[in-house]
T-cell receptor, first 114, second 116 residues
Framework: AQSVTQLGSHVSVSEGALVLLRCNYSSSVPPYLFWYVQYPNQGLQLLLKYTSAATLVKGINGFEAEFKKSETSFHLTKPSAHMSDAAEYFCAVSESGSARQLTFGSGTQLTVLP | DAGVTQSPTHLIKTRGQHVTLRCSPISGHKSVSWYQQVLGQGPQFIFQYYEKEERGRGNFPDRFSARQFPNYSSELNVNALLLGDSALYLC???????????????FGNGTRLTVT
């Protein structure tokens, strides 16, 4: 069975500082991994996805994530935080053949301080 | 183009009642998935439909059911509501059925269901 663990339910960074949101996964087969962002009272928006093509994945809004099989991790980073990045971020995993059936982590609320 | 639209946006029901939530996918999208997001948690997969056929079901009781119509819109039905069914119900559509990861999920803004 697949699962996702997001370390840190709340992360605060100063504007301009590095953003690092942690995600570890468990999967019995090579996984497909995703990061989604959710703004208040909205649905989820796809930031980026890993589908085994390249281990470093670049997404929208300056975010990127690196797939590390040895560490079973897929951490999300952004070099310089912006106030508009404040939102909840979800890591999700999907095993082969079930692209529409994602297993989400519990989320990390990112606060950006001025 | 309009995104995924869900109705109603908010709903209050009493325990034991029945509820129907509706979803209209993006034009041209044939796959609809439903997720339940309890406050403070990540979304949990409920159902996926493609071309009016059920393609996947999550670990939810039989009180939960869904269907997809010829125009690809979808309904999620929940019978005998419990307090624990209070959640944000998200609908997502995509152009493909399953393994084509180049066709991402597009989420609606959800229906907030409160059961009292």
């Amino acid at each position: 069975a697949q699962s996702v663990t997001q370390l840190g339910s709340h992360v605060s960074v100063s504007e301009g500082a590095l953003v690092l949101l942690r995600c570890n996964y468990s999967s019995s087969v090579p996984p497909y991994l995703f990061w989604y962002v959710q703004y208040p009272n909205q649905g989820l928006q796809l930031l980026l996805k890993y589908t085994s093509a390249a281990t470093l994945v670049k997404g929208i809004n300056g975010f990127e994530a690196e797939f590390k099989k040895s560490e079973t991790s897929f951490h999300l980073t952004k070099p310089s935080a912006h106030m508009s990045d404040a939102a909840e971020y979800f890591c999700a995993v999907s095993e082969s053949g079930s692209a529409r059936q994602l297993t989400f982590g519990s989320g990390t609320q990112l606060t950006v301080l001025p | 183009d309009a995104g995924v639209t869900q109705s109603p946006t908010h709903l209050i029901k009493t325990r034991g009642q029945h509820v129907t939530l509706r979803c209209s996918p993006i034009s041209g999208h044939k796959s609809v998935s439903w997720y339940q997001q309890v406050l403070g948690q990540g979304p949990q997969f409920i159902f996926q439909y493609y071309e009016k056929e059920e393609r996947g079901r999550g670990n939810f009781p039989d009180r939960f059911s869904a269907r997809q119509f010829p125009n690809y819109s979808s309904e999620l039905n929940v019978n005998a509501l419990l307090l624990g069914d209070s959640a944000l119900y998200l609908c997502a559509s995509s152009a493909s059925s399953g393994t084509a990861f180049n066709s991402p999920l597009h989420f609606g803004n959800g229906t907030r269901l409160t059961v009292t």
